[in-house]
């Protein structure tokens, strides 16, 4: 638990990563979504506190803060308008009009066995009003009318819609004697004492937007959009207790002294920089990765870090792009291919080709079997030279720019069965040999 000292949804969001960082840190915790799940407590200035349960996508965090911000800005907003216009709740106001609607259309309505409705006045526009994306104060009134069972409302800020007709709309403001400022909402309810709630729950909402506290002090749950919806309360610290079912466990100073903290991913990013060579942008993603003890245990048998970074990082993700699922490749697959490449029996740019083969049920060995016969060093030099004579004119007009695009028509050609240094190494020659002025 952190205590309110973070300012900006940016923070907060940098917040939590770190908390994800320093628990993956331990090498006790699972990996994925749904696997951490924070809490985020959110105010502003004239705001509530409101606790939003259970966020578990962390890229999300820092826009659930920026939405509920804006909620709160916008109801802060709302509640100022209605004062202004001099809104008024009648906590005795709701009212049964089932017999309004029995010819309906709409199909919600005609399945209704009682229908109640309520004036808001003052409040025409405003419940329509957006407070957060993909939600209005309509939908906060909705929220708190669910708790009774009801699927929804229905408001005249957003009628004629949903089946309801014009004609229904104006017959439903004359019957309630609501003027053009005010809105009337509608539950559809099952029972009289489920409609009964239903407004009820409504009405009390409605309260709440007028009051001195517009933002009650809610818990709510995170939609998958970023904004969020009424759950309950807020509740007080009366829910605070111990937990009855596990005794107090005291730890006594060998215990503590005895604790052996682990080396945060962000220390062993720095040490693989520090180590290896490696730039930290992928220092960082090796360290979050679930193959880092694969790659530690490569580094350990004498197996080149760049190398094992680049396949568990670069390789892997180009291969999944292409629909290869990289997950039925072994760690031993993963050592075995990297000696191979170490030993010269493959090529680093035959790893795609092996892990492919691997991912479609061969063994190492087979998959090692299927790459293209060892090129001789004669044949690769008769190869170069003959694609570089092709393409002669291209050559001339790009020089040793032409490297990369022909070293991918060499590689094509041996299908990864040489190594990409000596293949450079004939092209440039090859390239220099044709570009360089002639003795006369």
């Known amino acids: 638990t952190t205590s309110p000292c973070m ?8 917040v939590a990563e770190h908390i994800g960082m320093v628990l993956r840190s331990t090498g006790k915790v699972k990996r994925g979504l749904g696997t951490i799940r924070q809490d985020v407590n959110i105010s502003i200035a004239a705001g509530a506190r409101v606790e939003i349960k259970g966020v578990q996508d962390l890229d999300l965090i820092a826009e659930v803060v920026r939405r509920e911000v804006q909620r709160q800005q916008s109801l802060l907003a709302i509640r100022d308008e209605l004062v202004k216009r001099g809104a008024v709740v009648d906590a005795t106001a709701g009212v049964e009009v089932t017999a309004l609607f029995k010819e309906t259309k709409s199909a919600v309505l005609k399945k209704a066995k009682k229908i109640h409705a ?3 006045k003052g409040f025409a526009g405003l419940v329509g009003r957006e407070i957060q994306p993909e939600r209005r104060l309509g939908s906060e009134m909705s929220d708190y009318a669910k708790k009774c069972g009801v699927g929804g409302i229905f408001h005249t800020d957003e009628l004629p819609a949903y089946g309801v007709t014009a004609e229904e709309v104006a017959h439903l403001r004359s019957y309630m004697h609501a003027a053009e400022p005010d809105c009337v909402i509608l ?3 099952a029972s009289e004492k489920q409609a009964t709630c239903a407004i009820g729950q409504v009405i009390t909402r409605a309260k709440l937007a007028l009051s001195d506290k517009p933002v009650p002090e809610e818990t709510r749950k995170m939609l998958e959009t970023g904004s969020t919806a009424y759950m309950r309360p807020l509740p007080g610290a009366a829910r605070m207790y111990p937990e009855t079912d596990v005794l107090p466990v005291l730890i006594d100073e060998p215990r503590w002294e005895a604790v052996v903290i682990p080396e945060l991913l962000t220390a062993k990013a720095d040490r693989f920089v520090a180590a290896y060579g490696i730039e930290r942008n992928y220092a960082l993603q090796l360290a979050a990765s679930d193959k880092l003890p694969l790659f530690e245990q490569a580094v350990a048998e004498g197996i080149k870090p760049k190398l094992a970074v680049f396949t568990i990082l670069s390789t892997t993700t180009e291969l ?4 290869v699922d990289v997950t039925t490749i072994p760690d031993q697959a993963y050592l075995d291919t990297w000696h191979a490449a170490n030993s010269g029996k493959a090529a680093r740019e035959a790893i795609p080709e092996i892990f492919r083969s691997i991912a479609g049920g061969c063994t190492f060995a087979e998959a090692l079997l299927k790459l293209a016969p060892a090129v001789s060093r004669e044949e690769l030099e008769k190869i170069v030279h003959t694609i570089v004579a092709g393409r002669a004119d291209f050559v001339q007009q790009k ?8 070293m991918g028509v ?5 299908r990864g069965s040489v190594d990409g240094r000596i293949v450079s190494e004939l092209l440039k020659q090859e390239i220099g040999a044709v570009t360089s002025p002639k003795k006369p």
Do not use: C, N
């Not at 300012?7 to 940098?14: A, I, K, R």
């Not at 060499?410 to 041996?414: P, Q």
């Open 399 to 406: 020089g040793m720019a032409a490297l990369g695009p022909l």
């Open 320 to 323: 999944r792009r292409d629909g």
């Open 118 to 120: 309520v004036v808001l």
């Open 187 to 189: 539950v559809a309810g």
């Open 7 to 14: 300012h900006t949804p940016e923070e907060v969001q940098s």
């Open 410 to 414: 060499v590689m094509a050609e041996v």
